[in-house]
């Protein structure tokens, strides 16, 4: 679990750097992804919000989740568990990973007015990030 912690604390002050504006932090109600989104929430001043569905979850319920987000969330970080996480990551863009380890960052523009219209679709690719590379 301390391991957790330090590659955590090491993606907040990653994305707090390049100023990456994170203003929405939801999580599965899993421990350990509860546990990372805590950190990362905490570096950021803000709150998570615990997400039943995440919980194990599949690609396309990652899509109906992000889809009932409030709109005035931004930019949001979404915590959940493999392989379900992975599965989601790989749907979003071309750009394919292996494996999101813990605490590591796949992160994709879209262009919306709404997060209702979130789709696995149209989105671009910003970068992947995980905490061995910091």
């Given amino acids: 679990m301390e391991r957790g912690i ?19 932090f939801i999580s599965s109600t899993a421990v350990r992804a509860m546990a990372t ?17 995440l919980y194990h979850a599949g690609p396309h319920t990652f899509l109906n989740v992000i889809k009932q987000f ?8 979404v915590f959940a568990h493999n392989e379900g996480i992975t599965q989601f990551a790989n749907i979003l863009t071309e750009t394919k990973v292996d494996s999101m380890p ?9 262009n919306i007015e709404s997060w209702q219209q979130f789709t696995e679709k149209n989105n671009e690719f910003w970068f992947f990030k995980k905490p061995k590379e910091l």
Avoid: H, Q, R, W
């Fill in 6 to 24: 330090i590659d955590a604390d090491a993606i907040a002050n990653y994305l707090l750097e390049k100023e990456i504006p994170v203003d929405g």
């Fill in 37 to 53: 989104a805590s950190i990362m929430a905490n570096a950021y001043n803000k709150n998570v919000i615990e997400v039943d569905e």
């Fill in 70 to 77: 409030d709109d005035s969330i931004n930019c949001a970080a």
């Fill in 102 to 110: 813990t605490a590591s960052v796949f992160a994709v523009k879209c």
